[in-house]
């Protein structure tokens, strides 16, 4: 019998075939993942533990590619010892060829366009001089104006790498969720770790914080009574969650089955929490304290009331997780049940997370099919739940304290120097927790639990991607930001419209068999762009959808 175990944390061996005496099989096997194998005498259960050696003939860690054809050898030596050796009767594809083709591609499109751009600009100005000459007294009559115009009433310019950061974010998930060329490390980690799919959503939420402070604050200089601004909060809340309830019955809608939450729902729920926050403890005028100390420190100081707020939030969520009983499972447990651990935490996915959202939404309107589900064979669990929107929350306040610096500091060195201070604490906390490894820290990196070393990893690099978008669009000129610019200023249409719309042609087909990485990538990111050149059209006529 072979055995075959996919690497993953503590999970047993399960069966892949079981081979006759003299005779040979041909097996297709998954190369997504590395694999080890174990060759037994004879056995019929599906799972055997790691520590079971018994009936053991060999082991070996075979390394796959794709498309590869290899031959199981088994011989048999005169000590009578078993030997066990894989060939190679067909060299595998370089998966990673048509990524590097794609790429390229790409940036020879994206150097095209940036030549094009220069030259009908060029063509354009010059145009403009031949066709419409004026005197060099009216010119300077229009400087003047001009000046003196701007001197009395200055225009605050719209920060572009506020967009652009929401832009990349958009544009990955869209990517990400048409399939990603099929690739593993652009997908979401099974369960413990950190991909390049778990760390748009977070991203997302966290630049929505980035902008809640800024339009706060520009309502409260406007008078705009905090009545009006909670029942703004509340009203754009509730569309975002109803939104994200109308997606969910795209998958079915009967109501004893359907999805509660969700992405849109999540935003919802921690959009008003935060919001409402702001709304009301931020203060209508604030004096610079005479105190060096406290005036370096004003964007946090200004927060102190929602930062204490916050802490009980994290604290509350880190009881429930670590001190909950939950039945049938250890406290503290962070697995995701299944056959992981010899099977005998199997209903415990999730722990306190996944027993408190089966306990309040009931099992049958929560995600039914998890990551985690086809390796562990674990039971239902949501990673857009409630009890994951407590850390949710502090993600969010985490991009307000962003936003707050924004707003109190003019000058882009300190704008800089704090958010890559940020960046700097939150990441280390983050190692700190997870221990720097993926497994066996306290508290491991998992965007399924939204664990307290999750929220804090992502947001430092989104502390880090603000700081070097803020520097290269809106202070040196050196990026347009395009073309995530402009998916960016629509972020929600985008999202909603490419959640309805990823089965239809023209963002979605197929031709052949879809089984190569080549064919994959073309469709995914045939489909990406298409959205992009959706939010260039909304961008050119003038369109921004505002909930």
Same mark, same amino acid.
């Given at each position: ?35 080890? /194998? ?9 799972? @055997? ?24 050898? $088994? ?81 605050? %310019? ?11 974010? &958009? ?22 770790? *950190? ?16 902008? $809640? ?20 909060? %509340? ?10 309830? &109308?997606?969910?019955? *795209?998958? !079915? ?70 001190? %909950? ?13 299944? &056959? ?15 027993? *408190?959202?089966?306990? @309040?939404? !009931?099992?049958? +309107?929560?995600?039914? +099919?998890?990551?985690?589900?086809? &390796? ?42 704090? /958010? ?7 990441? @280390? ?51 347009? !930001? ?43 990111? /045939? ?5 992009? %050149?959706?939010?260039?059209?909304? +961008? ?8």
């Amino acid at each position: 019998m072979v055995l075959e175990d996919t690497f993953v944390f503590m999970c047993p061996y399960s069966r892949l075939t079981s081979i006759p005496p003299r005779q040979n099989r041909v097996l297709t096997v998954d190369t997504k993942h590395g694999t080890s /194998w174990r060759l037994l005498l004879n056995g019929s259960m599906e799972f @055997i533990q790691r520590q079971n050696r018994s009936s053991l003939i060999c082991e070996l860690e075979p390394s796959f590619g794709e498309f590869g054809v290899y031959d199981l050898v $088994i011989s048999g030596t005169e000590s009578g010892d078993v030997l066990c050796s894989m060939t190679t009767a067909k060299e595998p594809v370089n998966i990673y060829l048509p990524l590097i083709l794609c790429l390229m591609g790409l940036a020879i499109i994206w150097l095209l366009f940036l030549s094009g751009s220069s030259v009908t600009r060029k063509w354009l100005d010059y145009r403009r001089r031949i066709i419409e000459p004026t005197s060099g007294s009216q010119v300077a009559s229009a400087s003047d104006g001009k000046n003196v115009s701007q001197h009395q009433s200055p225009q605050r %310019l719209r920060l572009k790498s506020l967009d652009t950061f929401r832009g990349i974010s &958009v544009v990955l998930m869209i990517f990400v969720n048409d399939g990603a060329g099929g690739y593993w490390f652009l997908e979401h980690a099974t369960w413990n770790g *950190l991909q390049l799919a778990d760390l748009l959503f977070p991203w997302f939420m966290w630049i929505m914080g980035v902008c $809640i402070p800024i339009s706060v604050r520009s309502q409260l200089k406007r008078n705009v009574p905090r009545s009006t601004m909670f029942l703004a909060v %509340l009203r754009r809340a509730s569309i975002l969650f109803l939104l994200g309830l &109308v997606l969910n019955s *795209l998958w !079915g809608s009967r109501l004893e089955t359907m999805r509660v939450f969700g992405v849109l729902q999540r935003f919802g729920l921690v959009y008003f929490v935060v919001a409402t926050l702001c709304v009301f403890l931020t203060c209508r005028s604030y004096r610079t304290p005479k105190i060096p100390f406290l005036a370096a420190s004003q964007d946090i100081v200004v927060l102190l009331p929602q930062w204490i707020l916050m802490v009980g939030v994290v604290a509350g969520h880190l009881a429930l997780t670590f001190y %909950l009983d939950v039945p049938g499972c250890p406290k503290g447990y962070l697995g995701p049940g299944g &056959v992981q651990d010899k099977g005998q935490f199997k209903g415990c996915v999730g722990g306190a997370t996944g027993y *408190l959202d089966r306990l @309040i939404l !009931g099992e049958n +309107h929560i995600y039914q +099919h998890p990551t985690a589900r086809k &390796v562990y064979g674990s039971g239902p669990f949501d990673p857009e739940g409630l009890t994951g929107c407590l850390l949710s929350v502090f993600q969010v306040f985490l991009g307000v304290q962003a936003g707050t610096t924004l707003s109190f500091y003019s000058d882009w060195k300190g704008r800089v120097t704090r /958010w890559s201070v940020w960046g700097a604490v939150v990441g @280390i906390s983050a190692g700190i927790l997870c221990l720097a490894s993926k497994d066996e820290g306290w508290i491991p990196i998992n965007k399924n639990l939204w664990s307290l070393s999750f929220v804090l990893a992502t947001s430092c690099l989104a502390f880090f991607l603000l700081a070097a978008c803020y520097v290269l669009i809106d202070v040196r000129g050196w990026w347009s !930001g395009a073309p995530f610019f402009y998916p960016g200023m629509n972020a929600t249409i985008m999202y909603v419209g490419h959640s309805v719309a990823f089965r239809m042609f023209p963002w979605h087909w197929s031709l052949g068999t879809m089984n190569t990485h080549f064919i994959l990538l073309i469709e995914s990111l /045939w489909g990406t762009a298409l959205w992009v %050149l959706v939010g260039l059209w909304l +961008h050119n006529i003038k369109f921004f959808l505002s909930l």
